[in-house]
C-alpha cells in the first residue's frame, strides 16, 4: 500500500490542523494506521493509531484529549485532528500501515510508511 501524508502546516499554539493520510493500492480497510512523529534531533515518536477494523484507538500521553485519529475506508484515508496545538508538537507527522494490526505503538510493527508532512506551532 502507498501512503501521503499531507494536511501540515504553521500554526499558532492552540490552533487545530488536520493531517490526512491517503493511502492507494491495496485495501485499505485491512491495514491499521499509526501516526508518529519526529522533531528535529529527536527519535521518531509514535503519537496515534487505529486498528485495521476501526474498533479500537491508542494515543501517547502528551496528545490525549487533543488529538483524534479517525478513519474513512470509502475514501481511503486516515485523519490525524489535531486541536490546542502546543510548540512542543513541532515535527515532521507520518503515518504508516500494518496489515490487519492492532494498535502497536512500536514503528516496527508497519510495513508502509508516508512521507511525511511538517506541523509547526509557533509560541
Known amino acids: 500500500v502507498q501512503l501521503q501524508a499531507s494536511g501540515g502546516g504553521l500554526v499558532q499554539a492552540g490552533g487545530s490542523l488536520r493531517l490526512s493520510c491517503a493511502a492507494s493500492?491495496?485495501?485499505?480497510?485491512?491495514?491499521?494506521i499509526g501516526w508518529f512523529r519526529q522533531a528535529p534531533g529527536k527519535e521518531r515518536e509514535f503519537v496515534a493509531a487505529?486498528?485495521?477494523?476501526?474498533?479500537?484507538?491508542y494515543y501517547t500521553d502528551s496528545v490525549k484529549g487533543r488529538f483524534t485519529i479517525s478513519r474513512d475506508n470509502a475514501e481511503n484515508t486516515s485523519y490525524l485532528q489535531m486541536n490546542s496545538l502546543k510548540p512542543e508538537d513541532t515535527a515532521v507527522y507520518y503515518c504508516?500501515?500494518?496489515?490487519?494490526?492492532?494498535?502497536?505503538?512500536?514503528?516496527?510493527?508497519?510495513?508502509?510508511w508516508g512521507q511525511g508532512t511538517q506541523v509547526t506551532v509557533s509560541s
Open positions: 487505529i486498528s485495521w477494523t476501526g474498533g479500537s484507538t
Open positions: 504508516a500501515a500494518d496489515r490487519y494490526g492492532g494498535v502497536s505503538t512500536k514503528s516496527t510493527a508497519y510495513d508502509y
Open positions: 493500492g491495496r485495501t485499505f480497510s485491512d491495514y491499521a
